[in-house]
């Protein structure tokens, strides 16, 4: 059922909960085509059923063996990944143009403050992370797994600054099907839960950190509205 967390005239922050990801992305695209200038930016908040999707550049090989979970083509960047119950996913329906008039110069910026976002949100259950050169995500940094992945990211940037598909944090989740595949191409890459590190977190609490967390670092300055 979805439920609107924040309205203001620059960002709805919408609750969709669990949510066929088919249905999420055909919305996202929906939303994106007939947005206009004056469309507040909107955050959703979304849980999926096991499902793996992959971006554009990605090679199906990477899918060792789905068993049973369905694969969906999508139009955001990266390779394969995979989302599930008890993951914490977030679209950006962002406009760049009104945060930067260059968009796509913005872009690399944009996806800086997302992995900070998720960084800063680890941190309050004491959990270290970091990013790594030429893999988008966020990655423990040490103790025993360090170097498995927990967040993922993925986005699509349309060429008028539009954006959308977005974030999701491991929390706490089934990981063999993240076996099943290359997580983003990368073979035998260990991916994470919060809760394998020891964190009993409720996923509303961690939607919440992420989702405002995103707000602080994404609001547009007031001189640029």
Request: proline share 6%.
């Amino acid at each position: 059922m979805q439920a609107v967390l924040t309205s203001s005239p620059q960002l709805r922050i919408l609750h969709r909960g669990l949510e066929d990801y088919q249905q999420s992305f055909d919305a996202m695209r929906a939303f994106t085509d007939a947005r206009d200038a004056d469309t507040p930016n909107e955050f959703w908040i979304v849980e999926h059923p096991p499902v793996y999707t992959l971006g554009l550049g990605a090679d199906v090989g990477h899918v060792l063996n789905p068993n049973g979970i369905p694969v969906v083509q999508t139009d955001r960047g990266g390779e394969v990944t995979y989302h599930g119950p008890g993951q914490v996913v977030i679209y950006l329906m962002m406009d760049l143009r009104r945060s930067h008039p260059k968009a796509r110069l913005y872009a690399r910026e944009f996806v800086h403050k997302i992995e900070q976002a998720v960084i800063d949100t680890l941190t309050r259950w004491q959990i270290h992370g970091e990013r790594k050169e030429g893999a988008p995500g966020i990655y423990l940094s040490d103790g025993p797994h360090k170097g498995a992945k927990i967040a993922a990211l993925g986005l699509k940037v349309r060429g008028n600054g539009c954006t959308y598909h977005g974030v999701s944090l491991n929390v706490d989740m089934d990981l063999a099907p993240f076996t099943w595949i290359n997580p983003c191409g990368y073979a035998g890459m260990e991916t994470i839960d919060m809760k394998t590190l020891g964190v009993t977190a409720a996923l509303a609490d961690v939607q919440q950190a992420l989702a405002q967390r995103l707000h602080e670092l994404l609001s547009v300055p007031a001189d640029l509205t």
